[in-house]
Nanobody
Framework: QVQLVESGGGSVQTGASLRLSCAAS?????MGWFRQAPGKERELVAS????????YYVDSVKGRFTISRDNANNTVYLQMNSVKPEDAAVYYC???????????????WGQGTQVTVSS
């Protein structure tokens, strides 16, 4: 069992920056950040493999968000720059312990952290 604890959410103004952190209690393979806004489906925002070789970003955040990880501390980060009102959502950290054909399949989830963006 791997526990994920997110931190770093909060309220920011449009154009500001925010960094989310997620600490895992054990070793993980790929880690990702999802988000879900009210009335919308959960979407994968970014992911990164343990090897740091492969990363993924949803088109809407490319060039603004950066995912990174510290394997020594089992922590993944999401640096959010130039945030927009449409980035407002509950952000969830997720981790997978293996390779799955479905890129949206994750084994463990954090409790979520709220990001609010005011214009």
């Amino acid at each position: 069992q791997v526990q994920l604890v997110e931190s770093g959410g909060g309220s920011v103004q449009t154009g500001a920056s925010l960094r989310l952190s997620c600490a895992a209690s054990g070793r993980t393979f790929t880690m990702g950040w999802f988000r879900q806004a009210p009335g919308k489906e959960r979407e994968l925002v970014a992911s990164i493999t343990r090897s740091l070789v492969a990363t993924y970003y949803v088109d809407s955040v490319k060039g603004r968000f950066t995912i990174s990880r510290d394997n020594a501390n089992n922590t993944v980060y999401l640096q959010m720059n130039s945030v927009k009102p449409e980035d407002a959502a509950v952000y969830y950290c997720a981790a997978r312990l293996g390779r799955y054909s479905n890129p949206l399949t994750y084994d463990y989830w954090g409790q979520g952290t709220q990001v609010t963006v005011s214009s």
